[in-house]
């Protein structure tokens, strides 16, 4: 494949993608299907940030949170068999299956772990021990400045988690399970090793102070803007959501069986974070995955990060007993070997 020249680089050399917005289909249907497929987006967003604005407290709690992030879930999934992006992303019962099972996991051992070990632990003890006041003046900002803020700070952080893990060996083995995965739905952002979805969930927002009802309203934006990255609902986007947001098409391209398309969009909810810094491509891709689309049992999954971890250092012992190094320092293969001394 010629690939596609994007700014300093050619994407497309290993598999299809399409690039421009241009390029995008576009729903087909009605005037009605139109409508709704165009703004069902935006419509979502602005509810929800509505409701949270002015519910009252007994409803504005984290129960209630919970109750219509499973709806909208529930919805999104009602929406994938109406108006599927891709029919070769259908969900079927074996992926359905597998998906719970790490949904499930998110639950319930992975929260725990979290409670022990997790950034808001982890952020208590540095305080405790550097006997650092909270910066109380953050909860006299508007209330949906601090929703921003809180959402923005944790999408920021895991812009450069999720790019370090990309460019970092170690960081890429537990990462790499996410990258098997063959297609886009409503729970695919759940699937992946428990230590990369450890490390993804980390943010730095509990050394400020803020409102609950903000971080009730951040959740609501992060529901609202990144849970369309693993879905498969083709929508009319619009131009100034696709700007400021990461979409469906976006994350496609990252998920992409081509090395340098997933080089990009890396954002979990900002795209304009990626736009900044140079990361972001406008497009998508249908063939997804790794190994030209293999699937990864469950086991292989938990195991892959470890077996492949070990693999390398036997690899580059054996290497350097021969006298060659096939890795560099941060883990990747070299092309030259390095002479005997």
């Not at 990309?166 to 409503?186: A, C, E, F, G, K």
């Not at 729970?187 to 979805?197: D, I």
């Not at 951040?218 to 696709?242: D, E």
């Amino acid at each position: 494949m010629d690939g596609i020249r994007v700014g300093n680089r050619i994407i497309g050399t290993q598999a299809p993608v399409t690039i421009g917005w241009e390029n995008i289909p576009r729903v087909e249907g009605g005037p009605v299907k139109q409508f709704v497929f165009t703004h069902f987006q935006p419509a979502v967003l602005f509810a929800l940030i509505a409701f949270w604005y002015y519910a009252p407290n007994s409803i504005a709690k984290a129960s209630t949170a919970i109750g219509i992030g499973i709806a909208f879930k529930v919805l999104l999934l009602a929406l994938e068999w109406v108006n599927p992006r891709y029919r070769s992303w259908q969900l079927t019962w074996k992926e359905l299956v597998t998906d719970l099972f790490y949904v499930g996991l998110g639950y319930t051992i992975l929260r725990m772990v979290d409670n022990y070990i997790g950034d808001g632990v982890i952020i208590e003890a540095i305080q405790n021990s550097f006997d650092w006041d909270k910066l109380s003046w953050f909860t006299g900002l508007p209330l949906l400045v601090q929703a921003f803020a809180i959402s923005f700070m944790f999408d920021f952080g895991q812009y450069w988690m999720h790019r370090g893990m990309h460019n970092w060996y170690p960081l890429w083995l537990p990462h790499s399970v996410h990258h098997y995965i063959t297609q886009l739905n409503i729970n695919k952002g759940a699937v992946g090793n428990p230590v990369e979805l450890f490390l993804i969930g980390l943010g730095i927002g509990g050394f400020f102070d803020f409102l609950p009802r903000a971080a009730l309203l951040a959740g609501a934006l992060g529901m609202a803007i990144g849970t369309y990255q693993h879905i498969n609902v083709r929508f009319n986007t619009p131009r100034w959501w696709r700007f400021l947001f990461n979409t469906t098409e976006h994350h496609s391209l990252h998920h992409s069986q081509d090395f340098e398309a997933t080089r990009s969009n890396y954002a979990g909810s900002y795209i304009f974070i990626d736009r900044i810094f140079g990361t972001c491509i406008d497009g998508e891709a249908e063939l997804l995955g790794m190994e030209g689309g293999r699937r990864m049992s469950i086991r292989e999954q938990m195991t892959f990060p470890f077996t492949e971890g070990w693999k390398t250092i036997q690899e580059k012992r054996a290497k350097r007993r021969q006298g060659t190094a096939p890795y560099d320092d941060e883990g990747y293969e070299q092309t030259d070997a390095i002479p005997a001394e």
